[in-house]
């Protein structure tokens, strides 16, 4: 809602839509009540605040704890991976599994500390057994990454993995075409690279390889604007 940028920007901060305002259907006071909060959250704080104790979807049934991301507020570089698993969900931090110490070696190769980049998921609830999320789950949570991204306002996005490439680029396409190639994702160069659970599961020469030739592009690519 374009209008919500501009009262954010004249430095409106708390706003309160009456169902029925300009834009909103009856019965979506709620979801539009969201949209214009993230609008006007301009910081991760604020993001966090209006996600809550969040039951907007059904993950929210089994989780522990909801994953919000982890990292530098004002990182160059932005990971987004697909769904805490239950390491994750334990702890409340994104990435902190098998996969994710993979995760730290892969960022520490290209010269950065965890605590320099920041890593996030596209849905903030484990899904039950580790499934992909769905794509109701999907549409309701990913506002909420969408708004994480404006507050840090990264140089770089690396996606890991097929469903957070495919939800970013809203694309169908699988992750080993879209990979190894720049993308946009609302100006921001994006990069698809495989999932680190996957290096994982095939951890042949060639996928290391190529995983590390798209993080090297992504450090060059945020170097080149320093
Ligand atoms: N896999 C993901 O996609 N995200 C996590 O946080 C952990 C594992």
């Known amino acids: 809602m374009e209008w919500v940028r501009c009262l954010a920007d004249i430095g409106v901060r708390d706003l309160k839509l009456p169902a029925g305002a300009a834009g909103m259907e009856e019965g979506d006071g709620a979801v539009h009540d969201d949209e214009s909060r993230l609008a006007l959250a301009g910081n991760l704080g604020e993001v966090r605040e209006v996600l809550g104790d969040c039951t907007r979807c059904k993950l929210h049934q089994d989780r522990k704890n909801v994953v919000f991301g982890v990292g530098n507020e004002n990182a160059d570089l932005m990971f987004i991976g697909e769904g805490p698993g239950a390491d994750e969900d ?3 931090e994104p990435f902190v599994g098998r996969a994710g110490r993979k995760l730290t070696e892969m960022i520490k190769a290209i010269g950065y500390e965890r605590k320099d980049v920041y890593i996030a998921n596209i849905v ?3 899904p ?6 769905q794509p109701d789950e999907v ?3 990913s506002p909420f ?3 994480q991204i404006q507050a840090i306002a990264p140089k770089v996005i690396v ?3 097929s469903p957070a490439t495919k939800t970013l680029l809203e694309s169908r396409t699988g992750i080993t075409r879209l990979r190894g190639r720049w993308h946009d994702f609302q100006g921001i160069p994006l990069m698809p ?3 680190p659970a996957y290096l994982l599961r095939r951890y042949t020469v060639e996928n290391r390889t190529l995983v590390f030739s798209d993080l090297k592009a992504a450090r060059a690519r945020i170097d080149e604007t320093e």
């Open 128 to 133: 039950p057994g580790n499934r992909d999320p």
């Open 193 to 195: 690279t495989f999932h």
């Open 124 to 126: 903030k609830c484990r």
């Open 90 to 92: 334990e702890q409340g």
């Open 159 to 161: 996606t890991l993995g």
């Open 139 to 141: 549409a309701t949570c």
């Open 145 to 147: 990454l969408y708004a």
